[in-house]
């Protein structure tokens, strides 16, 4: 496999299971949470504020001005006066572009696929799911979550932050279809069968580059 793959989702849709069984099946590494224990090795930030302001979003400074000090690297003054939460974005958009230039690999959230907009390997998915399926799986994943309610309002808390930080630093909008190669609802075909399907898709995207 020599295709990167990014992969956004919503909150209780499998996105982060579904990433690590397709990079099991290819033998490659699926970068989640390991991002941020790199990023904040790499940028000298500690691992607890790149953790606090993970993919969180921001209403200070403008999205031009992030852009501007990235581009001037993390020693100039701009980049000293600005917000802790853009300081950890540009740590992680580092970092994703550099595990990219190393291996194909599996990289979910953070605004991945904006990161890598200008590589030509990259596979940008996103998967949603039903209500129900999603609240039903929020619950088994956190035994503090005790009814539907309390599961939803964390979905609807986690998905607008996700939404927000997404829209704010992309050039693109969270969940729209055309902001991605493949958009794919994991409570039809479930888990297992969502990841045969992005197996399919990946085998069959390198062979038509191969043509």
């Not at 852009?67 to 020693?75: E, H, I, K, P, R």
């Not at 990946?202 to 062979?207: F, N, Q, V």
């Amino acid at each position: 496999m020599n295709t990167i793959v990014t992969i956004g989702r919503q909150f209780g849709s499998g996105g982060r299971e579904i990433g690590e069984m397709v990079a099991d099946h290819f033998g490659i590494k699926c970068y989640d949470k390991e991002l941020l224990s790199r990023a904040a090795k790499e940028s000298g930030f500690c691992e607890e504020m790149i953790q606090n302001h993970d993919e969180r979003p921001t209403n200070s400074f403008l999205y031009n001005l992030v852009m501007d000090t990235y581009s001037f690297g993390y020693n100039s003054s701009s980049f000293v006066d600005m917000p802790i939460s853009h300081k950890v974005f540009l740590a992680q958009f580092d970092t994703i572009k550099k595990i990219a230039k190393e291996e194909p690999c599996i990289i979910v959230g953070r605004c991945a696929d904006y990161a890598l907009s200008d590589l030509p390997n990259v596979l940008n998915l996103f998967i949603y799911g039903d209500e129900e399926c999603k609240i039903k799986r929020i619950r088994e994943r956190f035994s503090d979550i005790t009814s539907n309610e309390k599961a939803r309002e964390m979905m609807i808390k986690k998905d607008k932050q996700r939404q927000s930080y997404y829209n704010y630093y992309s050039s693109k909008k969270w969940g729209r279809a055309d902001s991605y190669d493949l958009c794919i609802n994991s409570s039809i075909l479930g888990i297992e069968g969502t990841v045969k399907l992005i197996i399919q898709y990946i085998e069959d995207y390198e062979a038509a580059k191969k043509d």
